[in-house]
């Protein structure tokens, strides 16, 4: 069956302009996060859906960063004013949301980012 | 909060022989943990998870993980390296909110490398 895809693959992009990355989920998958991924580093939370609603988005950088969920399957991240430091490799996940039990996450291949 | 250490940025082995992956943790509430794996431009892949039933845990491509609470350990391990096992190794960390999952805090990565 399909997995998560995300598009585009590759975005470069100059520093100042608006960006949006999207997310396409696991049909079903009632749960989506984002993670930033940067040079050398392991993958951060970004942000995580509940269906629609954002469930926590403590992880978002700074208010230049907002991601949307309108019909509870595809997401989008839209970066604002984006900056040299926002290049990064953006990967989303979704997993179903049994309560009480392990759900797990599954990743699409990522977004990688270049703002010159 | 919760964090993850991985010890070794790089490890380096000889086909053939073990391998050993050091990861550490931190939570105040017991944890699932996870060790996922990048090969290159390629997303993470689940390689095993720890979600509280038996501490020694198997993963696919004959890699297995110990989870050892006194030590806040969590080391993956196989016994004979492939040529095939060259990628990156991502330790993982979730809290359990009711008994289901929430966001993944990673570590920063091992960049497994193995010599013919």
């Known amino acids: 069956g399909a997995g998560v895809s995300q598009t585009p693959s590759n975005k470069v992009t100059e520093k100042g302009k608006y960006v949006e990355l999207r997310c396409d989920p696991i049909?079903?998958?009632?749960?989506l996060y984002w993670y930033r991924q940067s040079l050398g580093q392991g993958p951060e939370f970004l942000i995580y859906?509940?269906?629609?609603?954002?469930?926590?988005d403590s992880g978002l950088p700074n208010d230049r960063f907002f991601a949307v969920r309108p019909e509870g399957s595809v997401s989008t991240l839209k970066i604002q004013r984006t900056e040299r430091g926002d290049s990064a490799v953006y990967l989303c996940?979704?997993?179903?949301?049994?309560?009480?039990?392990?759900?797990?996450?599954?990743f699409g291949p990522g977004t990688r980012l270049t703002v010159l | 909060a919760q964090s993850v250490t991985q010890l070794g940025s790089h490890v380096s082995v000889s086909e053939g022989a073990l391998v050993l992956l050091r990861c550490n943790y931190s939570?105040?509430?017991?944890?699932?943990l996870f060790w996922y794996v990048q090969y290159p431009n390629q997303g993470l892949q689940l390689l095993l998870k720890?979600?509280?039933?038996?501490?020694l845990v198997k993963g696919i491509n004959g890699f297995e993980a110990e989870f050892k609470k006194s030590e806040t350990s969590f080391h993956l391990t196989k016994p004979s390296a492939h040529m095939s096992d060259a990628a990156e190794y991502f330790c993982?960390?979730?809290?359990?909110?009711?008994?289901?999952?929430?966001?993944?805090?990673f570590g920063k990565g091992t960049k497994l490398s193995v010599k013919p």
């Open positions: 859906f509940q269906g629609t609603g954002a469930a926590d």
């Open positions: 720890y979600t509280s039933a038996a501490t």
């Open positions: 939570s105040s509430v017991p944890p699932y």
């Open positions: 996940a979704s997993s179903l949301m049994d309560r009480g039990r392990y759900n797990e996450q599954f």
């Open positions: 993982a960390v979730s809290d359990r909110y009711g008994g289901s999952q929430g966001n993944l805090i």
């Open positions: 049909s079903g998958h009632t749960a």
